[in-house]
């Protein structure tokens, strides 16, 4: 049972990051670097750049600490 929870849990976790990452660029103001306006691909692409640094310091600091 609670194997089943986590595995949900998990796949839940999952598909709200890839919509939240998503939506980002719609609803934010336009970003502009150098004149030109960033990309949403390129605001997305930063987005899961940045949780993968994220997760590794955290995998980091779990093995380790």
């Not at 929870?5 to 976790?13: D, P």
């Not at 949403?40 to 750049?49: C, R």
């Amino acid at each position: 049972g609670a194997i089943f929870f986590h595995i949900l849990a998990l796949i839940a976790a999952a598909y709200h990051t890839i919509t939240w990452f998503a939506v980002a660029p719609k609803v934010m103001p336009p970003l502009y670097t150098g004149g030109k306006r960033v990309s949403e691909s390129a605001i997305v692409k930063g987005q899961y750049a940045i949780a993968g640094v994220v997760d590794l310091v955290f995998l980091g600091i779990i093995f380790w600490g």
